[in-house]
């Protein structure tokens, strides 16, 4: 009875929980100003607006779990986009789904190069990404010269069009559930099962606790390192194929407008509950955090609130979420000292 | 006692030899592209052009420094300089055009028109002097510098958010507001004695190079003579061990951060007056440079070490490479990846250095025990 007891307080108290308890009261309040918010449409528009992100926002979790911090999966993103979108043209041949690999092998090939830097030379990992992030941006303009590309093959605008399922709604419109949110689910999927059943996703959870602690124990670094780096490239290029389909244009620098796209990548993975010490972090509330973002984003052009707002919510949300957290954590460590003292 | 000074002896020794190791670097660097493009690296224009280039991203540099050595990062630096930038501009604005205009048609970018701007001293308004104005901007730049910092301040030693992600935060947040008082548009059209402070010259010096080298002297006075210098580098080097010598670590954090924004507002005093005009997206490419600017220059990227030496004349060698490229013909991006490339090289020469260094001190001190 009284284990059942701590569960439920256990659960009451995890940060999932209490970011959805927010997203469905924040979608309440809305929802009482602007009715369309809470409606089938919006929150499916939400969820396929959101798949990028979220894509990404899967491999940056990975990361941090790992204590580690990648800020080149933007620059991998528009690498992998470029080439692999031209690559096809020039070959004139392909689908989706092998536009979808090629990409993800590619941005997978590259976070392998991040991988080694840091387990071979056991550089900060801002400093390498930091690093390789304008030297493959870079590559792409100067070496392969990837201009922008207003015009993309048919099947990835089909693809965009593609639905699980439609229904039409008491207003005659035709909704329909993205295959975007599809691959996301089955990606979030993928990334719960290596990391709660398998060596590597363990291994990832031990680097993150202490490196020196996870190769005593037994755990193979290089093998694990390059895996984490790769998985990252690899959503990162699956991504990038995303955009394509949902925007329908190559663009070097749109991807890499990237300084707001990485960061709204991190700051949805913080806000949904990872340390940037390592160690923790679920998929679930790494999803929940980023459509957390993407609910105020949306709620915000709902309510006709000017979009230059945009960056001072987010900003604060962020500060604040972070905060409580992150005071929390410190009152609790003093209360420990206490105890020790 | 004999073990202390040597240690001592040797670190001195070797911030020495560090400090000619970049300078002779920054010579091999200058003399390489004096011979490669003689004509034109080397024609006044260009140097000119470097001496008005290489200050603010040289105080945006020195700032980050600041942090970095007290262990922690600060990625709202550029957007505290807009915002400081933002806020003292309107300031500026207002002042020297008041009577003829009002705050929100200022706001819509009407100051951008020639007419306005030549009838200005023609409209000055009585109360203040032209300089008054400057100083009153100024100070405005600063204030809000320094308030922002603060903030960051607050949130890392206070609040205990790891700084990367907390000065992630008040960058969008400082961003945002910025967005929100300008709506993106620019404002420009300040006046000439303000434009002075960017482009003017003072016997054939340019006077953001003076501010910087000013800069530059108060910092390094900062760290080197002060309490706050030596106790920012405690707090890099070891936290917990300068909590217990009876450091106030979260009041020095404070200041530390506090400092960092007062140099981005001095920085977005001069970018303003450089290119007469302030816009939300200014410098944003100078965020991710700086902090390479800092690596190289040898600061720890753990916090603790690292002499503003080395980092001014990393800035140096930089611009002096950049402008290199340039004349050669090198695009943009290709600057991208050598910049990539040079900053990963010197991190695993530096932290294999290091290891270097840790191992012979240690050895010292078990020969001279």
């Not at chain 1, 300084?259 to 990548?265: D, F, G, P, T």
């Not at chain 2, 991208?336 to 010292?364: C, E, M, P, Q, Y």
Request: with cysteine.
């Amino acid at each position: 009875m009284q284990k059942q007891q701590q569960i439920t307080s256990k659960l009451l108290f995890r940060h999932e929980t209490i970011l959805f308890i927010i997203m469905i009261v924040f979608g309440v309040v809305v929802n009482s100003i602007n009715p369309a918010f809470l409606k089938v449409e919006n929150l499916f528009d939400i969820l396929k607006t959101s798949s990028i992100t979220g894509m990404m926002a899967l491999g940056v979790m990975v990361v941090m779990i790992s204590s580690g911090m990648d800020i080149s999966f933007t620059a991998i993103a528009t690498v992998s986009m470029g080439v692999t979108v031209r690559m096809l043209i020039a070959l004139d041949k392909g689908n989706i789904v092998v536009a979808f690999l090629v990409a993800g092998i590619i941005g997978a090939l590259l976070g392998c190069i991040n991988g080694f830097l840091v387990y071979r030379f056991k550089l900060p990992t801002l400093i390498v990404t930091l690093g390789t992030s304008s030297i493959f941006h870079g590559l792409l303009l100067s070496i392969l010269k990837i201009p922008y590309l207003y015009t993309v093959p048919g099947y990835y605008s089909d693809f965009s069009r593609l639905s699980l399922f439609t229904f039409t709604t008491a207003d005659g419109a035709v909704v329909g559930f993205s295959y975007l949110t599809v691959l996301l689910f089955v990606m979030a999927c993928v990334v719960w099962l290596i990391l709660r059943f398998t060596m590597v996703g363990r291994g990832i959870y031990a680097i993150g606790g202490s490196i020196e602690a996870a190769k005593r124990a037994g755990f193979n670094i290089l093998f694990i390192q390059l895996f984490i780096y790769s998985f990252i490239g690899f959503v990162s290029g699956v991504a990038s194929i995303e955009y394509v389909v949902m925007f329908r244009h190559v663009h070097p620098f749109n991807m890499m407008n990237m300084m707001n796209m990485m960061l709204n990548v991190i700051a949805a993975v913080v806000l949904g509950g990872t340390s940037i010490n390592g160690g923790t972090g679920t998929v679930l509330g790494t999803l929940f955090g980023v459509w957390m973002i993407y609910m105020i984003t949306n709620s915000l052009i709902l309510m006709g609130i000017p979009s230059e707002w945009e960056s001072v919510v987010i900003g604060f949300i962020l500060i604040l979420s972070i905060g409580v957290n992150a005071y929390q954590k410190s009152l609790r460590k003093v209360e420990v000292k206490i105890i020790e003292s | 006692m004999k073990a202390k000074h040597r240690i001592k002896f040797d670190s001195s020794q070797n911030e020495l030899n560090q400090s000619v190791a970049y300078f002779s670097l920054f010579v091999l660097v200058f003399a390489l592209m004096a011979i490669l493009q003689p004509r034109r690296f080397l024609s006044g224009i260009n140097i000119q052009q470097l001496a008005f280039q290489i200050p603010e991203f040289g105080i945006f540099s020195i700032g980050m420094m600041i942090v970095m050595i007290s262990g922690g990062i600060d990625l709202s630096i550029i957007t505290t300089a807009t915002l400081s930038g933002i806020i003292s501009s309107i300031v500026l604005l207002f002042l020297s055009h008041r009577g003829t205009m009002d705050l929100g048609a200022l706001l819509k970018g009407i100051m951008a028109d020639d007419t306005i701007r030549s009838g200005l001293h023609a409209t000055m308004p009585t109360g203040i002097s032209m300089i008054g104005i400057i100083v009153l901007t100024i100070f405005v730049a600063l204030a809000v510098g320094f308030l922002c910092g603060l903030l960051n301040g607050f949130l890392v030693a206070k609040v205990k958010i790891p700084p990367i992600l907390a000065t992630l935060g008040t960058m969008r947040l400082y961003e945002g507001i910025a967005l929100v008082i300008t709506k993106g548009a620019p404002l420009t059209g300040f006046p000439d004695e303000f434009i002075f402070l960017g482009s003017g010259e003072i016997l054939g010096i340019p006077v953001p190079m003076i501010i910087f080298i000013l800069a530059i002297l108060a910092v390094a006075t900062l760290l080197a003579k002060t309490p706050l210098g030596r106790g920012i580098y405690a707090v890099g080097e070891n936290p917990l061990a300068a909590q217990y010598s009876g450091l106030d670590n979260s009041k020095i954090l404070m200041k530390t951060y506090a400092i960092t924004g007062v140099l981005a507002g001095l920085a977005a005093l001069i970018m303003m007056a450089r290119v007469d005009s302030i816009k939300v997206g200014y410098g944003n490419s100078f965020l991710l440079q700086s902090v390479l600017v800092v690596i190289l220059g040898g600061v720890s990227t753990v916090g603790g070490t690292g002499n503003i030496i080395g980092v001014v004349f990393s800035v140096l060698i930089l611009r002096v490479i950049s402008s290199g490229f340039n004349i050669m013909g090198f695009s943009n991006y290709m600057r991208n990846v050598i910049w990539g490339s040079l900053l990963i090289i010197v991190a695993i020469v530096i932290s294999s250095g290091f290891r270097f260094i840790k191992k012979t001190k240690h050895i010292d001190e078990v020969i001279s025990r």
